[in-house]
């Protein structure tokens, strides 16, 4: 922001906004981990958890800055994102059948928000939803295959819901008009998928 910058009389302190916006980043990515953290004990504890602690560790990295960016920016960059999907793919290399469907994972989940933003689009003649929500559930169908997207979406919407419920009873407000970035309840969902799910599709 520029410092000479000021801003209108009784209009709110662009400066205060992004500090404002910077902490709510800083909360948010805390719950969205302590979430992740309470998912991944899930997984140990009923022994579904089976995936490397290296590649488990940079999704969790990804995931989480990706997060922080979505709440403090409402934006998913595409150099995250991208290569989000790309290593989804290159953890399935070791078969065919696997390749196949971490590709079908990153298409379906792709399609699925592009189409979901373009009925929206046509109907009330605004997006609905950002692109970059497409490439993170492309990423999550790439990681964990394309018969894991309905418990991601599953695991997502019921996670947001839950956070604009308890978010509007903190607040006092009814107002949803508010926008709310998806991706990190996207990210919860590709994380719990991650630590459980994605066994229990594989037995």
Not at 162 to 171: N, Y
Request: glycine content about 10%; charged content about 10%.
């Amino acid at each position: 922001m520029d410092p000479q910058t000021t801003p209108p009389e009784g209009g709110p302190d662009p400066e205060e906004d992004w500090s404002a916006r910077t902490r709510l980043a800083w909360v948010g990515t805390a719950l969205v981990a302590l979430v992740m953290a309470a998912i991944t004990g899930a997984g140990l504890y009923l022994g579904l958890f089976a995936h490397a602690w290296w590649t488990s560790a940079i999704l969790l990295a990804v995931l989480l800055v990706l997060t922080w960016i979505d709440l403090q920016r409402f934006m998913l960059l595409d150099v995250l994102t991208l290569p989000l999907i790309v290593f989804g793919i290159a953890l399935n290399l070791h078969s065919t059948g696997a390749l196949l469907n971490a590709a079908l994972g990153a298409v379906i989940g792709y399609g699925l928000v592009w189409g979901v933003n373009r009925v929206w689009l046509a109907r009330h003649k605004r997006h609905g939803i950002g692109m970059g929500d497409a490439k993170l559930l492309a990423a999550g169908g790439a990681l964990n295959g394309a018969l894991t997207l309905p418990i991601t979406l599953l695991v997502s919407s019921g996670s947001a819901l839950v956070a604009i419920l308890v978010l509007s009873i903190v607040t006092r407000s009814a107002d949803m008009k508010s926008p709310v970035p998806f991706g990190p309840f996207i990210s919860i969902g590709i994380w719990a998928v991650w630590a459980i799910w994605s066994q229990i599709y594989a037995i």
